[in-house]
C-alpha cells in the first residue's frame, strides 16, 4: 500500500501524543509495583494484544512470525531484534520507570529530549543517513530550545535538587540511560522496518522483553500482589501502558519511521517529551510558567522549520519515491 506524502509525518506525531501519556499512567502503577513488575505486566499484555492480529490477520503459523521479506533471517536481523526487545523494550523501559518514581514524570520524561543526539550519531554511523546544509543549523537550534525548556523546568525546581532528594542523581542517571537505549533502538527499528512488517518487529519486541522481564522478576523474587494488580487503580493504568501507550502508539510509529529517516524521524517525536512534560505536571496539579510555555512555543517552531525543509526531502515530493510498497 502506498502511502500519500503527508501519512509518514502524522503518523509520527500521533505515536509520539501517544507516548507522551505514558508517564501519567506509569506514575499510577508505580504506586503499587516495582518498576520490573511494571515492566514484566505492561510487556505481558502488549504482547497479548498483539497476538490476535498476528495469528489471524496475518495467517500464520507458531513460530513463523520471523521472516524477513527476503525469506531469510540474518544474524544481523537477530541481534537488532534484541537490540529493540532487550534494550529498547526491556532495559529502556524498566530503567525510564525506575526513573519516574526516582523524580517524577515530568523530571524524566524531560530527559528523554536528549535522544536526537543519540539519533543522530547511530543513524550517521549505522544507517549512513545524510544530512543537507540546513540540516545542521536548524538542528542546532532545537537542540538550544530544548536546553532552554530544561532551564525552565529546573529553575522552578521541579525537579528535585541531590540535597533534597538523595536519589535524585540516580534518577537522572536512569532517565539519560533510558534516552541513549531508546536513541540506538530507533536505529536499530528502522533497520529492521525495512526487511520486515511491523507486526513482525512488534511481536518479537514483546515477547523479548516480556521473557527476560519475566525471568529477572522469577530470580529477584520480585512481589506480584495480584490483588492489587486485578483492581481498577492498577489494572487500567498497566491496560492502558500496554494497548495504547505501547502496541497501538508504535504501530502508529512505526508506519511514519519505515518511510522516514531516523534522523528526521527523531525530531518530530520530541513533541513525545514535550507534550508528556506538561501532562505529567498537569497531573500532579502544577502550574506551568510563562517561560516553560516560551520555551515550548520556540521548540515548536524550531521543529515546524526543520521540517519544512527536510520533510519534502524525505518523502520525495517533486521526484518519484524510491519506497517500496508498504507492508503492515
Known sequence: MKLKPFVPGIAVVLGSLLFATD???RERALRVLDARAVGFLEHGIAFLSLLPWVFTKRRVE???PLRARSGKVSRTDIFLFLAIGLGGSALGNTFFTVAVGKIGGAGATLFTMLQPAFVLVFAWFFLKERFSSFF???????????????????ARSE????????????????????????GGSTVAGKALLNRYPNSVVLIWRWAIAFVFLGAVVF????????HRIFTAEVFLPLLYLGVVAQTVAYWIYYVGLRQLPASLTTFIELLYPLVGMFLALGDTGQGVTPLQVFAALTLLIAISLLLGVEYPRAVGLGK?????PERF
Request: hydrophobic content about 50%; glycine content about 4%; charged content about 10%.
Open 159 to 182: 525537579l528535585p535538587m541531590m540535597d533534597e532528594n538523595p536519589e535524585a542523581l540516580s534518577g537522572t542517571l536512569y532517565a539519560c540511560l533510558a534516552t541513549l537505549i531508546w
Open 219 to 226: 530470580v529477584k523474587d520480585v512481589p506480584l500482589p495480584w
Open 136 to 154: 545542521g543549523p536548524c538542528a542546532v537550534w532545537v537542540v538550544l530550545n530544548m536546553i532552554l525548556l530544561s532551564y525552565s523546568q529546573t
Open 62 to 64: 507458531v513460530g513463523q
Open 23 to 25: 508517564a501519567v499512567f
Open 320 to 324: 518519484k519515491s524510491a519506497h517500496a
